[in-house]
């Protein structure tokens, strides 16, 4: 099977997505298919990947408000290249030309439009939050749901990357043909990891002692995190218990959490780790991941979390907490740093051993990516048989 992904949030700088298409692409040529990526760049050029899969550079503007990024202009070079790539798949994931695109290319290949988030979520709701509700805020946005439905009558299937976002786009009326969650490269992550020596000396960067509850915080540091409410409930809730919140990562908000961060010596900001086994071994060896962001499309930093044995403390929407069960999670309300405080008094309140028992026998039901990549094959294969079985005009794209 040749599947091409015309992709505008690929860049050789970009994050999660090349991130997860990169190693998409080694696990596809190992199971005897290829993956073929289309995205734009500055210049056109063919990168052959040596285990697998190769990236069709096309000469694109570059987005103005991010310069790692580019858009794609022309629908000439994409279908240009569909025609001669000839793929079975066609898929993308942004909803703006590279939808229209495919939507309008007349080719053979089953479309498919793999939903890897929510821009009413991300945008709107988080921009709104202060003036209006969420079920006013969807319904002055209901002109988007229109919008993506318009497209989605040429695509094949609507596939989402996991439950929060179906849930999401079939409360506003869209058909979600297949819910296709995520999984992680198991191979870094594992209880075993835990280090108790690496543990204390984290805690003693947090001016806390060994018997301190040790915290970790992965992500950008950017608004939709919700990283203030994170760092104030910690703030609240240092007055009664000794907690230490470590937060790995970087982006706009940086100064301004450092400022609201102020003098505490048990909460600080440290740059991403690019080792993997290094990472691993630090996730590994925290007490319980705090995540702030109640609109993360799906909860990969609490699958890495829970693989590597941790408890979490996590808002109650979104996909992070589609994987908190009771058994190894606290939910609180998203945006409300009383409420995370006491998710965390409650937390550290539990027996630890058996928490920790329980979120180690969690980690063994973590997808793997290599098993999100054969569920996806196994349901694209059924695509292409339903089609043969009952074919249609390539007019009826």
């Known amino acids: ?39 734009p760049f500055d210049e056109d050029r ?38 001669e790539l000839k793929p079975d798949i066609v898929e993308t994931s942004s909803p703006w030309r590279p939808a229209w695109i495919i939507s309008r290319w007349r080719g053979d290949a089953a479309k498919v439009f793999f939903a890897h988030n929510d821009n009413i979520g991300a945008y709107p ?5 202060p003036f209006a509700s969420p079920d006013r805020i969807e319904r002055i946005f209901g002109w988007y749901t229109r919008y993506m439905n318009r497209f989605l009558q040429s695509f094949d299937a609507f596939v989402t990357n996991g439950p929060a976002l179906a849930k999401r786009y079939r409360r506003r009326g869209t058909r979600v043909d297949a819910v296709m969650p995520l999984g992680i490269d198991r191979g870094y992550f594992s209880p075993a990891l835990r280090d108790e020596e690496l543990r204390a000396a984290m805690l003693a960067q947090l001016d806390l002692p060994p018997q301190g509850h040790l915290l970790i915080g992965l992500g950008r540091h950017h608004r939709e995190k919700h990283w203030p409410v994170v760092i104030d409930a910690v703030q609240r809730i240092g007055a009664q218990l000794p907690v ?14 450092q400022r609201q ?6 909460i600080r900001l440290f740059r991403p780790i690019y080792d993997r086994e290094r990472f691993s071994r630090i996730l590994a060896s925290a007490d319980a991941l705090i995540h702030g962001s109640d609109q993360e499309p799906f909860g990969l930093v609490a699958c890495e979390a ?23 999670a606290e939910t609180y309300r998203g945006g409300d740093s009383r409420s995370g405080a006491a998710a965390i008094q409650r937390l550290f309140a539990r027996e630890p051993a058996i928490l920790r028992a329980a979120a180690r026998h969690a980690a063994g039901n973590v997808l793997s990516d290599r098993e999100h990549a054969m569920a996806l094959l196994a349901y694209y294969e059924g695509l292409l048989s339903g089609r043969a079985a009952s074919p249609r005009s390539s007019a009826g794209h």
């Open 1 to 39: 099977m040749r599947i091409v992904d015309v992709n505008e949030y690929y860049s050789p700088t970009g994050g999660g997505v090349r991130t997860y298409l990169d190693r998409k692409m080694r696990i596809m040529a190992e199971l005897g298919h290829e993956l073929i990526v289309i995205a």
């Open 46 to 83: 063919v990168e052959e990947r040596p285990d697998g899969g190769r990236i069709h550079w096309v000469k694109s503007p570059p987005l103005v408000v991010d310069r790692n990024y580019w858009l794609f202009r022309e629908p000439a070079p994409i279908t240009r290249l569909l025609d």
């Open 306 to 328: 829970l693989a590597s044995g941790l408890p979490l403390i996590v808002p109650d929407d979104g996909g992070c907490a589609e994987v908190a069960d009771p058994l190894f």
């Open 261 to 266: 961060i102020g003098g505490n010596q048990h």
């Open 125 to 129: 709701q988080r921009w709104l939050a």
């Open 244 to 257: 230490g919140l470590m937060l790995l990562g970087t982006g706009p908000q940086s100064e301004a959490l």
